[in-house]
């Protein structure tokens, strides 16, 4: 039976210290292609590597800035690691209803300063303050083509 607020993961992101690195290491021992992007993302002032990795995106997450999400995750913990798993729903209001109504809170989004439900650039976006065994729960209803074409005007992509 399903999971009454995950479809699938839509990504799992690791806090690391520097992309490039990190991505070598599975270039070299899991055959990620070593010629993957390095993504920045000028607003939350992060540097991603993603890949496709047995069916699940990675996202390997440095970033630009003493004190910014990840840099300070790791400053935290003294190492990289698993910072959240990102779980695609099909009813971001319905799966936050159904947390909180089983006691969790909302996380304010970080580069957002935003709690609960808000725009991504790939879909609606919610953060838990309820880590799952040491990692964050990152909620996500992807956006339908239509959705995505209003988030790229509003956006001016
Ligand atoms: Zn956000």
């Not at 270039?27 to 540097?47: M, N």
């Not at 910014?68 to 209001?93: N, P, Q, T």
């Not at 309820?130 to 956006?155: C, F, H, R, S, W």
Request: aromatic letters at 8%; glycine letters at 8%.
């Amino acid at each position: 039976m399903l999971s009454e607020n995950v479809n699938s993961i839509k990504h799992m992101a690791f806090a690391v210290r520097d992309a490039e690195a990190a991505l070598g290491t599975y270039a070299q021992f899991l055959g990620v292609p070593p010629e993957t992007a390095i993504r920045e993302y000028p607003k939350s002032r992060t540097r991603v590597a993603v890949f496709d990795l047995g069916g699940i995106e990675y996202q390997l997450c440095e970033s630009m800035d003493l004190g910014g999400r990840f840099s300070e995750w790791i400053r935290e913990r003294g190492h990289e690691g698993l910072h959240h798993i990102c779980y695609a729903v099909d009813d971001i209001e319905a799966a936050l209803e159904h947390a909180e109504a089983n006691g969790a809170s909302l996380r304010m989004c970080k580069a957002c300063q935003v709690a609960g439900s808000h725009p991504h650039p790939e879909g609606f976006v919610a953060f838990l303050d309820n880590d799952a065994g040491g990692i964050e729960i990152e909620l996500m209803q992807v956006y339908t083509p239509e959705e995505l074409k209003q988030y790229q005007e509003v956006q001016g992509i």
